[in-house]
């Protein structure tokens, strides 16, 4: 009989969510903090999210940082680390989507770590603690609103990478759908799928008898499904809402407790990311198929309970379970190889593998036992034409 992995669970992140969440803000951030606000390029001085957060902030001392980049990186993170300390500054705020919250958890350790800040993002350096981090969330996708992972690129070498920082999952998270109104369709599509990777990626390993995480786990990607089979009613509030609250689900942990997990598609669709500037929820669509091919053997049970759950498959296999995952992400105009996408290097698939090298990811092992030819014919089934 197949059973669960023991396991703990606490996640402490307070989520305000609605139309009037933002309400909560003035209370939420501790009075007599000295607050860094920290924002991407702008999007919330077109949308209104500027005005209400400093409104409601209006009783706060605040100093602002703009500027984080999509795939934020180290160099601009580390100019707000100074600013935190010259301004002695003891609470982060995000607000902005998982780049800007991913920025933050960063910026609230290092502010409080000595060494070189890269120890951190390469987990070199154990977290033990940081400043107090909040979010205001702007897009749905990442969930990094209310988990501990964060990602980083140093832009000097092209180097993405994930780490985790209990100590700056953040103490509360806004989700106010409404603010996902100004989002363009891309945004929006990639949300989908990211949402519906981090599912799979808890999910599409082998059946172990938890009908409590796989009930769930379905239930979130049938309702992702859903919207992308009803996304020509995207700016309705009722759609925006479901977006908002799946892709929090998919990545707030719960699905993933007691599972045997693979995040291996993670891993490696990173490194497009980092040498090809995709959009993170576009690399998973190109290197996912390829290795569920690859891989389907060790994830047969699990890829034909999903086609039967999720696509309502009569007679579901592995091979037509894949299809229907592609066929999904081609509604919402995904690549499904590198090929569909700007990025035209003919020596692609060597640079990845490199880099997967590079950063110990080209032989994953896990459940499906990814050794380095494994990884090699992924690699290239995604890359090369
Ligand atoms: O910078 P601004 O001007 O704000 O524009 C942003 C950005 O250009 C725009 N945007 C955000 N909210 C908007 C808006 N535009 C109009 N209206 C709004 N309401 O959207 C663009 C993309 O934003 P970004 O934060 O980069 O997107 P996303 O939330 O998809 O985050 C991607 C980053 O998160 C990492 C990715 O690797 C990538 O670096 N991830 C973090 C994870 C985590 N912490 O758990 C897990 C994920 O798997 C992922 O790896
Ligand atoms: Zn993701």
């Given at each position: ?13 307070q989520?305000?969510?609605g ?85 933050a ?35 749905a996708?990442?969930g ?42 891309r ?78 598609t ?7 990311t ?43 296999s ?30 692609a ?37």
């Amino acid at each position: 009989m197949p059973h669960l992995f023991d396991f703990s669970y606490h996640n402490p992140t307070q989520i305000h969510f609605g139309l009037n969440s933002f309400s909560k803000l003035k209370e939420l951030v501790p009075q007599g903090a000295r607050v860094l606000m920290l924002y991407g390029g702008g999007s919330i001085k077109k949308n209104g999210v500027y005005e209400q957060v400093t409104q409601a902030l209006s009783g706060h001392q605040v100093v602002e940082f703009a500027g984080v980049e999509p795939n934020p990186t180290f160099e601009t993170l580390n100019r707000a680390v100074d600013l935190v300390r010259t301004e002695n500054l003891d609470f982060i705020l995000a607000v902005g989507g998982g780049s800007v919250s991913d920025g933050a958890k960063y910026i609230a350790c290092a502010a409080l770590y000595d060494g070189d800040g890269w120890d951190i993002v390469s987990s070199k350096h154990k977290v033990e603690r940081a400043l107090p981090v909040g979010v205001v969330l702007t897009l749905a996708a990442t969930g990094s609103e209310s988990n501990a992972g964060a990602v980083v690129t140093r832009a000097a070498n092209h180097e993405k990478r994930v780490f985790y920082v209990q100590p700056a999952r953040p103490r509360f998270a806004i989700l106010n759908p409404q603010v996902l109104a100004s989002l363009p369709d891309r945004q929006l599509e990639n949300g989908v799928v990211d949402a519906f990777v981090h599912v799979c990626e808890q999910y599409l390993t082998y059946p172990v008898g938890a009908l409590v995480q796989d009930g769930y786990a379905e239930a979130v990607m049938r309702a992702l499904k859903t919207l992308a089979d009803t996304f020509e009613q995207r700016r309705d509030i009722g759609w925006l809402q479901n977006l908002m609250w799946a892709a929090n689900q998919a990545l707030c942990g719960i699905i993933g407790v007691g599972v045997p997990t693979d995040w291996a598609t993670h891993r490696m669709a990173v490194e497009l990311t980092a040498l090809y500037g995709i959009d993170h929820g576009r690399t998973l669509a190109i290197i996912q198929p390829a290795l569920l091919r690859e891989t389907i053997e060790a994830k047969r049970a699990k890829l034909e309970q999903m086609g039967r759950a999720v696509f309502g498959l009569t007679q579901p296999s592995a091979e037509t379970t894949i299809a229907a995952i592609e066929s999904f992400y081609r509604s919402l105009n995904m690549p499904l190889h590198l090929g569909d996408t700007d990025a035209n290097d003919p020596e692609a698939a060597t640079r990845v593998m490199q880099a997967l090298r590079d950063h110990g990811n080209a032989a994953l092992g896990g459940h499906a036992e990814l050794d380095e030819a494994k990884t090699e014919r992924i690699i290239r089934a995604a890359c090369c034409k």
